[in-house]
């Protein structure tokens, strides 16, 4: 009966954290990527994005994979240092 | 949710895929179909004459044409005729496509033909699902990444994967489905993986702005970073602003000859390979620019936007076409598989094919999420009863309405009037109409019937095209595409009526489904 009538909230949390937070990773991610590859910045864009969607299915799957509801949400924890990893210059000179 | 992994990606691909798979079937169906647009296209109209004309005649019926019509505009487009769509367009003015004239390639005279929705519309409809263009990307984007979600799960809870692979069990009702839908999905699992990974890359900037947001700033100092921007670039293919901003400032250039077409195009095609057509910025004036365009397909790489830019006047060589840098070639080769420009006909049958098995791979598991839960029917409650009923219903409009929305929409090409006003519109509502009282159908009809009178419908519709024509057309099946295409459609009508016919037989032999009252008296 478990996948016919689920309990809604556990299921509609894991399914933002799925599209919601696992897009903000990928996003993140992808950023991260960019600015840390030894790559022209042109080249960088290409290969840092190509691999997003097959991140984004990861992360969607990690959603509903993992075992506790906390956990679901990792992604979007780990968004947060790769998003500035990415954004550094960026920030810096919105700061400065 | 405490589960084994197993479990929580059996639900996931089980309730993703029915969530997804109405909208992945209606992506996938029209995807498949416009595999064939222009050809679809010409069918469509059936006014334009099947004749092999040559380029450079069709280019001087074009310049003569636009020499008398508009004399003193900006700019000339001209869309020769190629071996996929024997039309020669003109237009003259800004817009590159639309609002131009077909012109009968081998007399220059303007054709009249009906105005239609075309194979565009399969096109379209495939990553915008007819919805305000941005919305709709998104929206197939998101439906895409579902499918990427149900393919990968789909593996996971697939544990028997190679064994299964050889399996098949008919006329077993659930588990043929199920060897049905696994059967499908992993002999063509390289080409569902690629087709939907290859068709989110063909936006992929806009769907994963991140490393563009983060190196760029936005996208169009990208775009200025990637093309450089040499100066007579920008004069020749750049932004209107430009072109306009120079217009005003400057006076009118005197008038000038054009240059010979003839050597210029060889040397066009000779660089791009077989030419789509060309535009002529400022004809007959000193600062004439031509820029010619290849067709798609010359490569795999998908090439749009790709041109050669020549000097209007002396007809020397502006800018040579443009070839990627490799990072951006993946994106474009990636691009180009999917939308299957390259390899010419057996290459298109050979997606076509895969495209029609990938859609019947997400109509088995859409009906094996029906046919499962059908055997719990008794012991539901009256709450869940509704809502299976509901996603039987949605079931069957989203895969056999579909099929039938899209038959619809040849048929009210050949149906409605002629000089109506807004006709290609019409068509669209037809085809939007004959998927509407589908569903009023599917949600109207037991189950069973529904299917079997829903397939049956489209498989007649399907099978009398030819007729249809017949009936329609001064002179019917004179065209070999003609003969393809309503051929292609008797063949796929035929797939229908077995289709329809097995329904109709396992409808006969099974016991009733229980109804509504049935179940009232059991739960009493």
């Not at chain 1, 506790?68 to 919105?94: D, K, N």
């Not at chain 2, 004809?283 to 798609?296: F, H, K, T, W, Y």
């Not at chain 2, 795999?300 to 443009?322: C, H, Q, W, Y």
């Amino acid at each position: 009966m478990a996948i016919i009538a689920p309990a809604w909230w556990p299921v509609v949390c894991r399914i933002l954290a799925a599209i919601v937070g696992g897009y903000a990773f990928t996003y993140a991610c992808t950023a991260a990527l960019a600015r840390v590859l030894p790559l022209p910045a042109a080249d960088a864009v290409w290969v840092a994005s190509l691999p997003a969607f097959a991140l984004y299915t990861l992360a969607m799957l990690w959603a509903f994979a993992a075992r506790s509801l906390w956990r679901a949400w990792w992604g979007v924890a780990l968004a947060l240092p790769l998003g500035l990893l990415g954004f550094w210059p960026l920030l810096m000179e919105r700061l400065a | 949710m405490k589960q084994t992994l197993t479990q929580s990606m059996a639900w996931l691909h089980t309730w993703g895929g029915l969530v997804f798979g109405w909208l992945l079937f209606a992506i996938f169906l029209t995807g498949t179909l416009a595999v064939f647009d222009k050809e679809l296209d010409l069918w469509m109209r059936p006014e334009v004459p099947a004749q092999k004309v040559e380029q450079s005649q069709a280019l001087q019926r074009a310049l003569e044409y636009l020499q008398a019509k508009h004399p003193q505009a900006e700019r000339w487009n001209i869309s020769l005729p190629s071996e996929r769509s024997p039309t020669l367009g003109v237009s003259a003015g800004n817009q590159r496509r639309g609002g131009g004239e077909l012109l009968n390639p081998q007399t220059g005279e303007p054709l009249a033909v009906r105005e239609t929705a075309g194979g565009g519309f399969f096109f379209r409809f495939h990553f915008t699902l007819n919805m305000p263009r941005t919305l709709g990307i998104w929206l197939v984007g998101l439906a895409a990444m579902a499918m990427l979600v149900a393919l990968v799960s789909g593996i996971v809870i697939h544990k028997k994967i190679f064994k299964e692979f050889f399996t098949f069990r008919p006329g077993k009702g659930q588990r043929s489905w199920l060897d049905g839908h696994n059967a499908s999905a992993v002999l063509l699992l390289p080409f569902h993986l690629m087709i939907t990974y290859t068709g989110l890359v063909i936006f992929l900037l806009i769907y994963m702005p991140a490393a563009v947001d983060a190196l760029y700033g936005d996208r169009e100092a990208f775009g200025r970073a990637l093309r450089g921007a040499p100066v007579e670039q920008q004069a020749g293919r750049g932004g209107e602003q430009g072109a306009r901003h120079e217009r005003a400032e400057r006076p009118r250039a005197a008038p000038a000859p054009l240059a010979a077409l003839g050597p210029l195009l060889a040397e066009a095609e000779q660089q791009m390979g077989p030419l789509a057509g060309l535009s002529i910025d400022h004809p007959g004036r000193s600062d004439a620019r031509i820029e010619v365009r290849p067709i798609l397909g010359n490569r795999i790489e998908l090439t749009k936007g790709r041109s050669m830019l020549f000097d209007g006047v002396n007809g020397a060589v502006l800018r040579a076409p443009a070839e990627s840098r490799p990072s951006q070639l993946t994106q474009r080769v990636m691009a180009g598989l999917h939308f299957a420009q390259f390899g010419g006909y057996p290459m298109r049958w050979l997606y076509f094919l895969c495209g029609l098995v990938s859609s019947a791979m997400i109509a088995s598991g859409l009906v094996l999420f029906c046919v499962k839960r059908r055997r719990k029917y008794a012991s539901e409650a009256p709450a869940a009863r509704r809502v299976s009923h509901l996603i039987e219903a949605l079931n069957l409009a989203a895969v056999a309405g579909l099929s039938l929305a899209c038959i619809g929409l040849l048929w009210a090409n050949r149906l409605l009037p002629v000089e109506l006003a807004q006709r290609a519109a019409w068509e669209v509502n037809a085809f939007f109409a004959v998927w509407l009282l589908s569903l009023l159908h599917a949600l109207w009809r037991p189950t069973l019937r529904g299917w079997g009178e829903q397939l049956g419908l489209s498989a007649l519709l399907c099978m009398a095209l030819p007729l249809l024509s017949l009936l329609t057309l001064p002179e019917p099946w004179a065209q070999p595409l003609h003969q393809a295409l309503e051929l292609t459609s008797l063949a796929l009508g035929m797939a229908l009526a077995g289709l329809a016919w097995r329904v109709y037989r396992r409808q006969e032999a099974a016991p009733p489904l229980p109804r509504r009252g049935a179940v009232m008296q059991e739960a009493l």
